[in-house]
């Protein structure tokens, strides 16, 4: 499976961005999608996931400002990110969760990431 993540950049304190995740390759079926990120010398964490058939869940950080839906006939996930801040920089990574017709077994996929960057 391959995971894809798009629409990283630099924007100001205060801007907008768009993230897309798409998922390919040998899928029968998503369990869940999700969004995560790593600042520089930190952990990964979690910012938004979807499992199929619910709804989001986001970090308190992102609560209000970000909101990440799930296309599911086209596998892509988004991440509208406003209002963003300095600490919201970061790699973000796309993170799937998918049975595939190989072995109809749950595995984790994850996208190489996007950078974004929140700097005036």
């Known amino acids: 499976v391959d995971v894809v993540e798009s629409g990283g950049g630099l924007v100001q304190p205060g801007g907008s961005l768009k993230l897309s995740c798409v998922a390919s390759g040998g899928i029968h079926s998503i369990n869940e999608m999700g969004w995560y990120r790593q600042a520089p010398g930190k952990a990964r964490e979690l910012v938004a996931v979807i499992r199929s058939g619910g709804k989001p869940n986001y970090a308190d950080s992102v609560k209000g400002r970000f909101t990440s839906s799930r296309d599911n006939a086209k596998n892509t996930l988004y991440l509208q990110m406003n209002s963003l801040k300095p600490e919201d920089t970061g790699v973000y990574y796309c993170?799937?969760?998918?049975?595939?017709?190989?072995?109809?077994?749950?595995?984790?996929?994850w996208g190489r990431g996007t950078q974004v960057t929140v700097s005036s």
């Open positions: 993170h799937v969760e998918a049975v595939t017709t190989l072995d109809y077994e749950p595995c984790d996929y």
